[in-house]
């Protein structure tokens, strides 16, 4: 194998990883379901790269000891996270103490669209019905109820 990636990739699949746990070892892209589908099938069909896996889980049969990850975990090496939203990520940097003041508060600025709703300007329509139905009830347009009570007539 002249690859390095290659490599640890059928290391990984004689050692029994999945697809894509082999790939995400070896270095590649791991991000799309696709993508690990398409690069798992692209390696398979090579046949240096299946002989290697052969010979390799030959080798790991004849020395069962010695069939242990290759890559160690790293503590150093930060976990996979899920992709955040933009939402999500602006409340996580809003909620962190750690954050510069500053940052904290332009994170709080962009949310705002989010946590508070804005009140759609009136069309004339509705603006023309709020002015009649004030007119009904004050001034010499009043209707017969609201002037009864202006002149204090009680039913």
Known sequence: MAKKDTEIYCRCIALGMTPA?????AGYKTDK????????????????????????KQYFDENPHLAKPI???????PAVQKQLSAKEYLLQTLNDVGQEPKLRLQAAMALLPYEEAKIAPKGKKEDAKDVAKTATTTGKFATMDYQADFFGVMN
């Open 71 to 77: 890559i160690e975990p790293d503590d150093t090496k």
């Open 21 to 25: 746990q082999a790939l995400s070892e």
């Open 33 to 56: 379901p696709d993508s690990v589908r398409r690069q798992h099938d692209n390696l398979q069909k090579r046949a240096p790269i299946q002989n290697r896996i052969k010979e390799l």
